[in-house]
């Protein structure tokens, strides 16, 4: 029999506390967001049933479908995937976070939104730590410009920073970028720019999660390990 949701996602809590405290670190300051892009109504159910908070999501639609499915639970909801400005309406609809803001045209357009709905939609800034190409997430050098211009939008709220480095199955190849991503933080905060809060940081996946702890990660968007891979 494979193992039960409920028993992969204790075993995945056990090892954020353990990582947590040998870095020295509050284990309540680790959050786990559970990542069910792709997987099906009653997986999900599993896991809220197990104690899952925080459901991170990659697209819009299918996202809907699951919040409306599962209305009646206590769960907030995390955008991660890459977010097209003409789904920005729903995006703050739906979400209390999103992870995966990299260009001042799509936080207008958030802003826009928000500003409609009367909300202060909470967002991240994706960065392309690694420089590749084909990532999404805006460039090292750009970032500080990019907060300077997002943090006078009245209906945003930044709240840290977000990246998904290079895959690499030597989870220690990426903790220089997650490292990178910290200094950053740490850079951005010492600029002390009015309404931009540096407190998140999400980073670290299934495959690299724990190094990602060590190296100051808040925000954890685990998914195969909750759930298993993914058809
Ligand atoms: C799918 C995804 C994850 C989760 O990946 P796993 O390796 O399954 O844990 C995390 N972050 C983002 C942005 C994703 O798209």
Not at 38 to 54: H, N, S, W, Y
Not at 58 to 75: F, P, S, T, W
Not at 109 to 132: C, F, G, M, P, Y
Not at 134 to 145: A, H, N, Y
Request: glycine share 6%; aromatic share 4%.
């Amino acid at each position: 029999m494979p193992e039960s949701i409920q028993s992969r996602l204790k075993r995945v809590q056990d090892r954020i506390k353990t990582v947590a405290l040998s870095s020295g670190r509050d284990p309540k300051t680790v959050k786990l967001v559970a990542v069910s892009k792709t997987v099906p109504l009653d997986p999900i159910r599993a896991a809220i049933k197990a104690g899952v908070t925080v459901l991170g999501e990659n697209y819009v639609q299918e996202a809907r479908e699951k919040i409306e499915a599962l209305k009646g639970e206590k769960i907030s909801w995390h955008f991660i995937g890459h977010l097209q400005s003409n789904k920005a309406k729903y995006a703050v609809k739906l979400f209390d976070l999103i992870h995966s803001v990299d260009s001042l045209k799509l936080a207008r357009e958030l802003n826009k939104r928000a500003n409609a709905l009367d909300k202060v939609q909470k967002i991240l800034i994706q960065v392309n730590i690694s420089a590749e190409a084909t990532k999404s997430g805006i460039d090292t050098e750009g970032v500080v410009d990019l907060v300077r211009q997002i943090a006078p939008l009245e209906n945003l709220a930044i709240c840290g920073l977000m990246t998904m480095p290079p895959y690499f199955n030597a989870p220690d190849k990426v903790r220089p970028y997650f490292r990178a991503l910290r200094s950053l933080q740490v850079l951005i905060r010492d600029k002390a720019i009015p309404h931009v809060d540096m407190t998140e940081l999400s980073m670290g996946m299934t495959g690299d999660f724990e190094v990602a702890i060590e190296e100051g990660a808040t925000l954890v968007r685990i998914g195969t390990a909750i759930f298993g891979e993914r058809r």
